[in-house]
């Protein structure tokens, strides 16, 4: 069955649990990059979302990883941590021109990540999407949106969010209710529930379920068993698929993340 590539990583790249448990021990800190993009295939960068970067820190990124290797940013809180969603355009325009187009093919989708307190207001919500640029300095940027309050799983924000093209973010949570519709030309999966009992976070048989939902969602089709809000599924194209092991247990992320690989391998 043909399907898109499917990208397995963690959440940013220094993290000192890691060193002796993922990086060898007495591994220079700053070759961490270098040797985590050996082993994983993405990496989702937190550090976009607490402040800016200069160009040349994206650039040098892109230089530490090998072809084929993807970034994922998670978007400025200023543009996503407001009461009202609709006067974020000055901060959307700030965060994509600060220098993430100096990644080149290095640059996956944008991750909008909101407050879990933050409620569906459809036409502010809307207005928000709408402020996503569909490209900048002629590279072309990706949106995955990440809600984490109940009232988003209702028809008209699968819809709205289908309209724009953008991907709502699947979570598996023990926390925040999740939405598995598929809404973007790619998937985003963030596997949240991870713990330190296992060896690679989750169990081997869950393992093996992820790996089958991935290639799922690469050949185009809906996995089962997953929390959809509406049951009329997308058009059945292959999709780029991006499954990141990050939050729970995050010392066992890499782990995870190499387990799933060896298994889509």
């Not at 023990?174 to 949240?192: H, K, M, Q, S, W």
């Not at 799922?216 to 996995?223: E, F, L, V």
Request: with cysteine; hydrophobic share 45%; proline share 7%.
């Amino acid at each position: 069955m043909t399907h898109a590539p499917i990208r397995v990583g963690i959440g940013g790249w220094t993290f000192e649990p890691w060193r002796g448990t993922f990086f060898p021990e007495k591994w220079p800190h700053k070759r961490e990059l270098e040797y985590a993009a050996g082993k994983l295939t993405a990496i989702e960068v937190n550090g976009t979302y607490y402040s800016g970067f200069k160009p040349a820190t994206f650039a040098n990124w892109a230089s530490q990883v090998p072809d084929g290797f993807v970034f994922t940013l998670k978007a400025s809180r200023f543009c996503t941590n407001r009461k009202v969603l609709a006067e974020a355009g000055e901060s959307v325009q700030r965060f994509v021109s600060q220098g993430i187009v100096e990644l080149g093919d290095r640059l996956g989708p944008i991750l909008w990540q909101f407050m879990a307190t933050k409620k569906f207001e459809p036409d502010d919500f809307r207005a928000f999407l709408q402020l996503l640029p569909g490209s900048y300095e002629g590279v072309t940027l990706r949106h995955a949106v990440q809600v984490r309050h109940e009232s988003f799983a209702v028809p008209e924000f699968v819809a709205m969010a289908r309209e724009a093209g953008v991907a709502i973010v699947y979570a598996d949570s023990v926390d925040y209710p999740a939405i598995a519709d598929i809404t973007g030309p790619f998937v985003y999966a963030r596997l949240e529930s991870g713990v330190e009992e296992e060896p690679a976070g989750y169990t081997p048989a869950a393992l093996d379920r992820w790996a089958a939902a991935a290639r799922t969602w690469a050949s185009g089709g809906q996995p089962d068993g997953l929390p959809y809000v509406v049951t009329d599924a997308p058009s059945a194209q292959p999709r780029e698929t991006f499954v990141f092991f990050i939050a729970g247990a995050k010392v066992r992320a890499p782990h995870g993340a190499m387990a799933l690989i060896e298994r889509l391998g």
